[in-house]
């Protein structure tokens, strides 16, 4: 299964997106961010096949 990253500086933004997400049953691994940097060091370290940012 796939593994996906939500990046997004508003955390409700990202609870619901996992949310929604977690509901469709396609991912193996949900990860999400609320800064880039933690982000970077995350997907750099543990590269996901999908990764949601906000601009």
Request: a negative charge.
């Amino acid at each position: 299964m796939a593994r996906i990253c939500i990046v997004d500086d508003e955390p409700i933004i990202g609870i619901g997106l996992k949310t929604l997400i977690g509901d469709y049953g396609r991912f193996s691994e949900i990860d999400t961010f609320t800064d880039g940097e933690s982000a970077l060091s995350h997907i750099t370290a543990n590269p996901p096949d999908i990764v949601l940012t906000d601009i």
